[in-house]
């Protein structure tokens, strides 16, 4: 074995037998599949396998089963390994397992390696190896944690504000007042440490201050004002707030608090341009779901999409229409929208009629249509094809689709395969040789293959 291969195959979930097949195996039975794949090496097949054994007790033989992946010096066995032992209460065992990678600086190592000590009472231990790499946005973030249950929250804060201070301008631009702060979520850290030890004005001054206000789809300073019950204050946040993520969280504030109607209202408020609707349409319309109102759900959206055809507000609507019955309008609306488009209708709007056909019955129409379509002989037009062919019943036809694309479909192939039962089929399938691609220098172009 070699960790530089296991990692390229379980990055990139090719030439080796995916997480997801694995587990399929175990759902229909085959075991013992499973176990001899784990004896060839199959790092996915290997992970499931210890984990079963330990499951029933049989711990040396669990580790065992991924001794030969430790010896390559391969971090993610380590951790399975050391997440097995701990599972046990083998905690020394796991700490002296993973100890050399997180000093060798591996920061996922490091960050599992801290993490593990604080769970086991060395908060402190963890704290003073992280402190080195304050700089990292991901360390940085660990550090914070085990800094609460290691009673250094002040060690912490002045770490992060030593950090601060040291923002550097982003460029050389002299118009340009952005700094460049590593980590870049030290001021965030802060205002979690502030709010903590109830300083919680000064965690909100801090964070007014930010330049990233969300992330991944969460306002911190939104999170806080509602923690702390300060519902007018977030009330004059959101107002302000582009993304709409302050306002949502207003909504889930007063949803919780069970005014769905004044959650609805905020909503409304925010959205009362198409360009405000357009952040917060989605979660409107599913706050109006729950609460039992989906008529007035697809007509916010059914609106916004008569403006502003973007595939993913088609699909919430599409599945809306779908989910309450109502396939035949959501037909009817897509034609609308080909209609103001010249007749045409790209491949990511035109696949949200596949499960709308289905629904009304008219599946065989919908694989015509798939196959007469301009891109219908592509790659990506093959995964639906072959998911209309396959609820049809038509499960020969639909792996023959997938079999013209062999270098793109092999996993969704590989699935298609056991479903016909051919399950040694589908393991030859995804164990073929793969040669690990180059990456040409840019030449300043860019692409334009679908997908996007």
């Known amino acids: 074995m070699d960790a530089d291969d296991l990692d390229y195959r379980a990055r990139t979930l090719t030439g080796c037998i995916p997480p997801g097949l694995v587990a399929r195996f175990l759902e229909l039975g085959h075991e013992r599949e499973v176990e001899f794949q784990a004896g060839r090496g199959e790092w996915f097949c290997s992970l499931e396998w210890a984990r079963l054994l330990g499951h029933r007790g049989q711990r040396e033989q669990a580790l065992e089963v991924l001794a030969p992946y430790v010896a390559t010096k391969w971090w993610p066995a380590a951790q399975a390994r050391a997440e097995l032992l701990e599972g046990w209460g083998r905690v020394e065992e796991a700490i002296a397992l993973s100890r050399p990678y997180a000093e060798a600086g591996d920061r996922l190592a490091l960050v599992f390696f801290a993490r593990l000590l604080a769970r086991h009472g060395r908060s402190g231990e963890a704290f003073m190896l992280l402190r080195a790499g304050i700089q990292d946005w991901f360390l940085a973030e660990c550090l914070v944690d085990v800094a609460q249950t290691a009673g250094m929250d002040e060690e912490a804060a002045v770490l992060l504000e030593g950090r ?53 789809g969460r306002d911190q300073l939104a999170d806080l004002l509602a923690r702390h019950d300060r519902i007018t204050e977030l009330r004059a946040y959101a107002a302000s707030e582009y993304h709409g993520h302050a306002v949502q969280r207003l909504a889930e504030a007063l949803e919780e608090r069970g005014d769905a109607e004044g959650a609805i209202a905020a909503y409304r408020v925010f959205g009362a341009t198409p360009s405000g609707m357009r952040q917060v349409a989605v979660p409107l319309s599913e706050l109006l779901v729950r609460h039992d109102r989906s008529n007035e759900a697809i007509e916010v959206l059914r609106a916004l999409t008569e403006h502003d055809a973007e595939d993913w507000l088609v699909h919430t609507l599409c599945t809306l229409y779908a989910d309450h019955g109502r396939s035949r309008e ?78 793109v479909n092999s996993s969704l192939r590989a699935e298609r395969l056991v479903d016909l039962g051919r399950i040694q089929d589908a393991v030859r399938l995804l164990q073929q040789p793969i040669s690990k691609p180059t990456t040409p220098a840019w030449d300043g172009a860019y692409s334009t293959e679908p997908p996007f």
């Not at 979520?185 to 990233?212: F, K, M, S, W």
């Not at 891109?375 to 995964?383: F, K, L, Q, S």
């Open 164 to 216: 601060m201070e040291a923002a550097v301008p982003a460029c050389n631009d002299p118009d340009c007042d952005n700094l460049r702060m590593e980590p870049s979520n030290a001021v965030g850290l802060l205002a979690t440490i502030r709010e903590r030890q109830g300083r919680v004005e000064e965690a909100i001054a801090l964070l007014h201050t930010r330049e990233v206000t969300s992330v991944n």
């Open 330 to 407: 959501g037909l009817a609306h897509l034609d609308a929208i080909k209609e103001r488009s010249d007749g045409k209708e790209y491949w990511d709007l035109f696949q949200m009629r596949l499960p709308l056909m289905a629904d009304c019955g008219l599946l065989d129409e919908a694989i015509e249509q798939v196959r007469a379509h301009p891109e219908g002989d592509t790659w990506y037009a093959a995964w639906a094809l072959s998911d209309m062919l396959a609820k049809a019943g038509r499960t020969e036809e639909a792996d023959a689709v997938l079999a013209q694309h062999p270098a």
